[in-house]
């Protein structure tokens, strides 16, 4: 009797406190306990206060339970200057120059999952430190166009490829308490009429090419925050989309996140409320600039949404699931018990950058083996165009960055050769001034013409005496170039570098072409030009990473993540059709061919292929071997082969694994990248690759049933270096 007294009198003490610690504080506590006790606390006013912005890049929290306001930051580069509360201009904070990592596209020729993680991580880490609870980005909307004005902020122009990168991202990202917004959901392919186009395209399209990276993001990558995209779908925009919010992300994907919608991309309350949309952001603004001020109490999911609750004319089972999302997202953020305090700006940091510009950097041509530059034969060097010293971690939009440093390639260049050799710089090209970017003032900008026949000839003259010219060019991020909010016009390089690469190349016979851009151009020059490397945007440490390279520090083995076509015409979005559509609607008539499986079924040769990219080493495929010769639909099929380094360096290759269906009841891609594997070798090193092949890889979308069909029958395994470039060969029959 007298124990259980005790016990009876311990209870009683003890209840007061566990009393006064609500479910919802307890960091213990399940996630789904601490949101429903939160939920359960909420009044009307609160829950639909969570709901939308309160100032351009932050919601309400709940006060009065101590649950934080989220903020949120672009973006998939890097963490984005502090703007004003409810301006867009900056807010000239002193501690918030972050490090600018390379483009997604960078990224994405990396063809390496462990590089994609180290990005997420650092990237996690900046925006943890900075007090970010959802960082925007990674966007993998897939690559259609050349001319798609946000393609450099993307991963290239196929599925697998996309999917296969972004997860460890994700997942990265989000050990820091920081949500990965992954964007833009979906079919945001191109920046003409983004704000309204209706994209039509077959279930096969939408399942096959458009959507898988951001499945595998929600569901291997366990992404907390989706964003909606501008542009329509079926005739519903699609932050507010019952297809692909309600029916696709949350039913069948089971996405148990938030739905954000982009900056503006909200335009109606009821169809918001209903048709999937958790948070409101940006309302009236283009997503760049302009917008009402503090408009934020008649947000669509502000005070109309309240007044339709307290008319009793919405129903609050639905508000409470949008709730519960934000709640969720808090607890998985602000209030998650094992939150680390990341880090901001750091030499950690940059060393990742400088890796994933290395590891992404794509040598595309080196005939006579004009790279690496040997520095003892080597005693003068020119270097030509304006992407040498053009900052380019500002502008391209929304992804636009203020970096901490930024190292430029004409910098990288000069640090790397020291006095070895004597480096000279002329521009040869310039661009006109960007309102942002380079000029102080307006007056300046008109002040300045640009005589582009004198620069052309200056460099021309200059390259005659030097030993090798390194032309640094492509692209930027002025308007209508690789930048937010506009398409570019044609394929051709702009400023007139064609005519100046070409009239180098006469010159000097020992003229290196690096391109610093996020999208293919046409390269009427390529002949030539004996050597060219693809550098992307590399971000703070762009230029070291680019010397790197280009003097054989770093053994190049990026790839490309999407087809150099030669032309326009031969993309099956501007071949089939439509782009960019008449103003209202734009019809994927090129279907599921995509990239490379557009010229794959064309019979086109494409300039450089999807997967291509050199090395200064040489690697050997040797034959591949199937452990069996035929599989039910229950069990896979599993292909080896070696692949040994030929040459006299270490290096890097993707190993790359094609499917390709010999007999279908529909039409397939010639080829489809189901796999692929980095290997480093040493040189002399071989090693034997092994792929997995079941039958997911085989199969197709039916329109039909809706649901993923391997059809019985031949298919084969077509192992290469690239999507162009097979080296080995395996039948074998699902039965
Ligand atoms: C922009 C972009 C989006 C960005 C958002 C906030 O318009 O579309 O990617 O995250 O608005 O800047």
């Given at each position: 009797m007298?124990?259980?007294?005790?016990?009876?009198?311990?209870?009683?003490?003890t209840?007061?406190?566990?009393a006064?610690?609500?479910?919802?504080?307890?960091?213990?506590?399940?996630?789904?306990?601490?949101?429903e006790?939160?939920?359960?606390?909420?009044?009307?006013?609160?829950?639909?206060?969570v709901?939308h912005?309160?100032?351009?890049?932050?919601s309400a929290?709940?006060?009065?339970?101590?649950?934080?306001?989220s903020?949120m930051?672009?973006?998939?580069?890097?963490?984005?200057?502090?703007v004003?509360?409810?301006?867009w201009y900056?807010?000239?904070w002193t501690?918030?120059?972050?490090?600018?990592?390379?483009a997604?596209?960078a990224?994405?020729a990396?063809?390496?999952p462990?590089?994609?993680?180290l990005?997420?991580?650092s990237i996690?880490?900046?925006?943890?430190?900075?007090?970010k609870n959802?960082?925007l980005g990674p966007?993998?909307?897939?690559?259609?166009?050349p001319?798609?004005?946000?393609n450099f902020?993307?991963?290239?122009?196929?599925?697998c490829?996309a999917a296969?990168?972004?997860?460890?991202?994700v997942?990265?990202?989000?050990?820091n308490?920081?949500?990965?917004?992954?964007k833009h959901f979906?079919?945001?392919?191109?920046?003409?009429?983004?704000?309204?186009v209706?994209?039509?395209?077959?279930?096969?399209a939408?399942?096959?090419?458009?959507l898988?990276?951001?499945k595998?993001a929600?569901q291997?990558?366990?992404?907390?925050?989706?964003m909606?995209?501008?542009?329509?779908?079926?005739?519903?925009?699609?932050?507010?989309?019952?297809?692909?919010?309600?029916d696709?992300?949350?039913?069948?994907?089971g996405?148990?996140g938030?739905?954000?919608?982009?900056?503006?991309?909200?335009?109606?309350?009821?169809?918001?409320?209903?048709?999937g949309l958790?948070?409101?952001?940006?309302t009236?603004?283009?997503g760049?600039?302009?917008?009402k001020?503090?408009?934020?109490?008649?947000?669509y999911?502000?005070?109309?949404?309240?007044?339709?609750l307290?008319?009793?004319?919405?129903d609050?089972?639905i508000?409470?699931?949008?709730?519960?999302?934000?709640?969720?997202?808090v607890?998985r953020?602000?209030?998650s018990p094992?939150?680390?305090?990341?880090?901001?700006g750091?030499?950690?940091h940059?060393?990742?950058?400088?890796?994933?510009?290395?590891?992404?950097?794509?040598?595309?041509?080196?005939?006579?083996?004009?790279?690496p530059?040997?520095l003892?034969?080597?005693?003068?060097?020119l270097?030509?165009g304006?992407?040498a010293?053009?900052r380019?971690?500002?502008?391209?939009?929304?992804?636009?960055?203020?970096?901490?440093y930024?190292?430029?390639p004409?910098?990288?260049i000069?640090?790397?050769?020291?006095n070895?050799?004597?480096?000279t710089?002329?521009k040869?090209?310039?661009?006109?001034?960007?309102?942002?970017?380079?000029v102080?003032?307006?007056?300046?900008?008109q002040?300045k013409?640009i005589d582009?026949?004198?620069?052309?000839?200056?460099a021309?003259?200059?390259?005659?005496s030097a030993?090798?010219?390194l032309?640094?060019?492509?692209?930027?991020?002025?308007?209508?170039?690789?930048?937010?909010?506009?398409?570019?016009?044609?394929?051709?390089?702009?400023?007139?570098?064609?005519?100046?690469?070409?009239?180098?190349?006469?010159?000097?016979?020992?003229?290196?072409v690096?391109?610093?851009?996020?999208?293919a151009?046409?390269?009427p020059w390529?002949?030539?030009?004996p050597?060219?490397?693809?550098?992307?945007?590399?971000?703070?440490?762009?230029?070291?990473?680019?010397?790197?390279?280009?003097?054989?520090?770093?053994?190049?083995?990026g790839k490309?993540?999407?087809?150099?076509?030669v032309?326009l015409?031969d993309?099956g979005?501007?071949?089939?059709g439509?782009?960019?559509?008449?103003?209202?609607?734009?019809?994927y008539?090129?279907?599921i061919?995509?990239?490379?499986r557009?010229?794959?079924?064309?019979?086109?040769?494409?300039?450089?292929?999807?997967g291509h990219?050199?090395s200064?080493t040489?690697?050997?495929?040797?034959k591949?071997?199937?452990d069996?010769?035929?599989?039910?639909a229950?069990?896979?099929?599993?292909?080896?082969?070696?692949?040994?380094n030929t040459g006299v360096?270490?290096?890097?290759?993707?190993?790359?694994?094609?499917?390709s269906?010999?007999?279908?009841?529909?039409?397939r891609?010639?080829?489809?990248?189901k796999g692929?594997?980095?290997i480093r070798?040493?040189?002399?090193?071989?090693q034997?690759?092994?792929?997995?092949?079941?039958?997911?890889?085989?199969?197709?979308?039916s329109?039909v049933?809706?649901?993923?069909?391997?059809?019985?029958?031949e298919?084969e395994?077509?192992?290469g270096a690239s999507s162009?470039?097979i080296?080995?060969?395996?039948?074998?029959?699902l039965?």
């Open positions: 007298k124990k259980h007294l005790t016990f009876l009198l311990l209870w009683a003490i209840l007061p406190l566990f006064q610690t609500p479910v919802y504080l307890n960091p213990a506590a399940p996630l789904e306990d601490r949101v006790d939160a939920l359960q606390r909420m009044t009307l006013e609160e829950k639909v206060a709901l912005a309160q100032s351009k890049f932050s929290g709940v006060p009065r339970l101590g649950i934080p306001e903020w930051s672009d973006g998939p580069h890097g963490v984005r200057a502090e004003l509360w409810d301006e900056g807010a000239n501690n918030d120059s972050c490090i600018a990592f390379p997604l596209t990224l994405a990396s063809w390496n462990e590089v994609a993680a990005y997420g991580k996690g880490e900046e925006a943890r430190y900075r007090n959802v960082l966007g993998v909307n897939i690559y259609r166009t001319l798609n004005g946000r902020e993307y991963m290239g122009e196929d599925p490829l296969q990168m972004v997860v460890p991202y997942r990265e990202v989000q050990k308490g920081v949500a990965a917004c992954v979906a079919l945001n392919n191109q920046e003409i009429d983004r704000g309204h209706n994209v039509q395209v077959s279930d096969r939408l399942y096959e090419i458009y898988p990276a951001f595998a929600v291997q990558g366990g992404a907390w925050a989706i909606g995209a501008y542009n329509q779908y079926k005739d519903q925009h699609c932050c507010h989309n019952q297809y692909l919010l309600n696709i992300l949350k039913r069948d994907w996405f148990d938030v739905v954000i919608s982009d900056w503006g991309g909200v335009h109606d309350t009821e169809q918001a409320i209903a048709n958790d948070m409101e952001f940006g009236w603004t283009n760049m600039d302009w917008s001020s503090d408009s934020y109490s008649r947000y999911m502000a005070q109309p949404y309240l007044q339709l307290k008319d009793g004319r919405a609050e089972k508000l409470n699931d949008k709730v519960r999302r934000v709640l969720r997202l607890f953020t602000n209030m094992n939150r680390p305090y990341g880090s901001f750091t030499q950690e940059a060393e990742a950058g400088r890796r994933i510009a290395e590891e992404g950097i794509v040598l595309l041509q080196n005939n006579r083996n004009v790279l530059i040997d003892s034969k080597t005693k003068s060097i270097v030509v304006e992407n010293v053009k380019m971690t500002i502008g391209g939009g929304s992804s636009s960055l203020k970096a901490k930024e190292a430029s004409l910098a990288g000069q640090a790397r050769v020291g070895a050799a004597q480096v710089y002329v040869g090209y310039e661009s006109p001034a960007e309102r942002e970017q380079d102080k003032n307006a007056q300046e900008a002040l013409t582009a026949k004198a620069l052309r000839a200056e021309v003259e200059a390259a005659k030993d090798v010219v032309f640094i060019g492509g692209l930027n991020k002025n308007g209508g170039q690789d930048c937010e909010g506009a398409d570019r016009a044609g394929l051709e390089l702009p400023y007139e570098q064609d005519l100046l690469i070409a009239e180098l190349a006469k010159a000097n016979p020992s003229t290196v690096a391109l610093v851009s996020g999208n151009v046409a390269m390529v002949a030539q030009v050597a060219i490397v693809e550098a992307w945007y590399g971000g703070t440490e762009a230029g070291n990473a680019i010397a790197a390279v280009l003097f054989g520090d770093v053994n190049p083995s490309l993540p999407f087809t150099f076509p032309r015409q993309n979005a501007h071949a089939a439509e782009y960019p559509g008449d103003g209202k609607s734009v019809a008539r090129d279907d061919f995509v990239g490379y557009w010229l794959d079924k064309e019979k086109i040769k494409p300039l450089f292929a999807f990219g050199l200064y040489t690697f050997q495929y040797g591949a071997v199937a069996k010769s035929k599989i039910t229950s069990d896979a099929v599993t292909v080896t082969l070696s692949v040994k360096r270490d290096g890097a290759e993707v190993v790359q694994l094609y499917i269906d010999k007999k279908a009841s529909l039409p891609p010639v080829k489809e990248l692929f594997k980095k070798l040493k040189a002399g090193e071989e034997t690759v092994t792929f997995t092949i079941d039958q997911t890889a085989l199969s197709f979308y329109n049933n809706g649901a993923w069909v391997a059809e019985p029958g298919f395994a077509l192992i162009a470039d080296r080995a060969t395996v039948k074998f029959v039965q």
